[in-house]
């Protein structure tokens, strides 16, 4: 939801977090591999385990993005026929729906065309298979392998060209890839800690949940001041104290609507650039119809201000209501039909990695 407002772009009064909103992606990609290496580690040693987690993988997130991609492709139809824009022109060419079909998007200066929300779910599948390789290849060694993988990708991350966006040039597209495998990797070390820690007895304390929530919130605000790796490793930090779900924060978030948000939350993140787009439709023809300006183009782009702070509330609030609906849809009958489609898991795995079983 942090990706939705950070994508509308509205002047309301959590303004100074959603700007930053971006950096939710490095909180993603370390919780991935955080919870891969929870429900899978040492459940890939054969070539039939990967082969059945490869296609889990697959399966689990091609279905909603190949949906988003079709009502795109008719979006952009409906406006050839209105001659608004000539068909799979621009932003919507065609070698960059090539590039999302095929899910290579997240490496190249193509990573914003289409659904952009998109290139970081290629990254995403890209860096699971390589995980679940190395699982298969490495086996117990596995964990030695991923301080590799975090040492190089670290080096590749600080030497390649500022990324300045995930599709600004070539060493742009081959920074911002290799921060997210970084982060990825670095989560599924983050487990191998987690395990000698809840071994070991030495959990943290239930309190520190509330400096945790508090870090997470200077990394949004102060996410520009930080260090290229910064973001990764505070949340690193952040989802290693909440692992252990001691707290009254862990408490909260285990209550019904926060757990609802969990499970739609790969439909949020794929199915929310048609509500951004509306609703800055919407203020912006309100803005005209009232002769205000709706629109202020600064330092982040296009930035919603009509009637101030309380008005772009209502307008972040209904954008969040829209996408909330639409996603639970889209979870319960297009991204559950995709988990069935592959039903099998690896033999010994978990239906649903789950850590806290495996401490």
């Not at 979006?75 to 000539?86: K, N, R, W």
């Not at 920074?175 to 983050?190: C, E, N, Q, Y």
């Not at 007895?201 to 949940?209: A, I, N």
Request: overall charge positive; charged content about 10%.
């Amino acid at each position: 939801m942090m990706v939705v407002l950070f994508h509308l772009n509205a002047g309301a009064h959590v303004y100074a977090l959603t700007r930053n909103g971006y950096a939710a992606v490095d909180f993603f990609f370390v919780l991935s591999g955080f919870v891969l290496m929870s429900g899978f580690s040492g459940k890939l040693e054969s070539r039939a385990a990967f082969s059945r987690f490869a296609a889990r993988r697959f399966t689990r997130l091609y279905p909603l993005h190949l949906a988003t991609l079709a009502v795109l492709i008719g979006l952009v139809c409906l406006d050839a026929l209105q001659g608004d824009e000539a068909a799979f022109s621009g932003d919507y060419n065609l070698n960059g729906l090539v590039q999302c079909l095929t899910l290579v998007q997240g490496f190249t200066t193509q990573a914003l065309s289409w659904n952009y929300p998109s290139w970081s779910i290629s990254l995403e599948f890209w860096a699971s298979l390589l995980f679940g390789a190395t699982l298969w290849l490495a086996r117990s060694r596995a964990w030695a392998v991923f301080a590799v993988y975090v040492l190089a990708l670290g080096a590749i991350t600080l030497t390649a060209n500022d990324p300045g966006g995930p599709a600004a040039n070539a060493g742009a597209a081959l920074g911002k890839a290799a921060h997210s495998f970084l982060a990825l990797f670095t989560g599924a070390l983050l487990f191998k800690l987690y395990g000698v820690l809840a071994r070991s007895g030495r959990k943290p304390p239930g309190w520190l949940e509330w400096p945790a929530t508090a870090v997470v919130t200077a990394a949004f605000l102060f996410t520009g001041r930080l260090p290229p790796l910064g973001t990764v490793v505070l949340f690193a930090a952040v989802i290693l104290v909440f692992a252990f779900e001691a707290g009254p924060v862990s408490a909260w978030l285990r209550g019904p609507a926060p757990q609802a948000a969990g499970r739609w939350s790969y439909s949020i993140y794929l199915t929310h650039p048609l509500w951004t787009m509306l609703t800055f439709k919407a203020v912006y023809a309100i803005g005209l119809w009232l002769g205000q300006p709706a629109v202020l183009n600064d330092a982040s782009g296009d930035h919603l201000i009509l009637g101030g702070p309380f008005t772009m509330d209502l307008a972040a609030l209904a954008c969040l209501a829209l996408v909330l609906a639409t996603s639970a849809a889209t979870s319960r009958f297009i991204e559950e039909p995709g988990r069935k489609l592959v039903a099998k898991a690896p033999r010994g795995a978990p239906t649903s990695p789950s850590y806290r079983h495996r401490p």
